[in-house]
């Protein structure tokens, strides 16, 4: 854009050859790429310009809770060892964030990749989706990441037949565990098969068993959850839902047959 003043002196070409670069700097043809955010502000940071830009994007989009997952920061126009702060947040259904994780770190370069051994921050982790945003030094905004990670479901499985031989002292006959497992979506379905040998049993002390090795089983557990073996936490992991820790919910096979098993304690 050209702006032309017919009552200016012909002869101050120098006061329009200002003008006209003025107005070519503050109208400017080029499209600007929205999905790359830039940052600036005041106070002695670097202006909004193209020649200082942050960029960032998961590189692992979607993982089990307790997997290392990469992320990836890219700089433009700022100098070697940069330091930046890296939020990692949650955004929940309605909308609302909660800081998860933060990374702080220098990257030497123009582009950096960090990781972060994921954690389900909420009961409705599969519904969660994770972001992250930008802190470089020297500028007043932070840069949103241009996509999102979620967390993958956990496998279910069939059931498996689990029996065990257990080894008895002399004189006693050896003791065999009969049971069935299935890996559920929010528990361990575990189905056990009591049969008594040698000297008569009554029908009585037979259900008085069986109730007795339920209970223990369910009182044994009632604190205890089974553990992903992958999480990359291990033994330290502090996940409180069942997203990389699973509930145990025992039965007796005979129960499981007749499709009445007993009631499943649901996950935390």
Not at 97 to 104: E, L, V
Not at 128 to 142: C, L, Q
Request: aromatic content about 6%.
């Amino acid at each position: 854009m050209v702006i032309q003043n017919t009552e200016t002196d012909p002869g101050s070409a120098a006061d329009l050859a200002e003008a006209r670069r003025d107005s070519d700097e503050s109208f400017s043809s080029e499209p600007t790429d929205e999905t790359s955010r830039t940052c600036g502000g005041g106070g002695g940071a670097p202006a909004m310009t193209e020649e200082h830009v942050v960029t960032g994007r998961w590189i692992t989009t979607t993982a089990y809770c307790g997997d290392e997952v990469r992320l990836q920061v890219s700089l433009t126009g700022f100098t070697e060892n940069t330091a930046v702060r890296i939020e990692i947040y949650r955004l929940a259904v309605d909308l609302s964030t909660t800081t998860i994780h933060t990374i702080n770190v220098t990257l030497p370069s123009s582009v950096g990749e960090e990781r972060w051994v994921c954690n389900a921050p909420s009961a409705d982790w599969r519904n969660d989706r994770i972001k992250f945003r930008v802190h470089a030094s020297g500028m007043t905004a932070a840069a949103e990441a241009s996509n999102e990670f979620t967390f993958r479901q956990r496998p279910t499985t069939v059931w498996s037949n689990l029996n065990v031989a257990h080894a008895s002292p002399s004189g006693f006959v050896g003791l065999a565990e009969i049971h069935d497992a299935r890996l559920e979506a929010n528990r361990v379905h575990l189905s056990m098969k009591i049969k008594a040998t040698g000297h008569a049993f009554s029908d009585a002390k037979k259900e008085a068993a069986k109730t007795l090795v339920q209970d223990v089983w369910n009182n044994g557990f009632t604190s205890k959850k089974f553990h992903r073996t992958g999480c990359g936490r291990g033994a330290t992991c502090d996940c409180t839902f069942d997203c990389c820790k699973a509930d145990c919910a025992p039965d007796n096979q005979s129960q499981r047959q007749a499709g009445a098993p007993l009631p499943a304690r649901q996950a935390q």
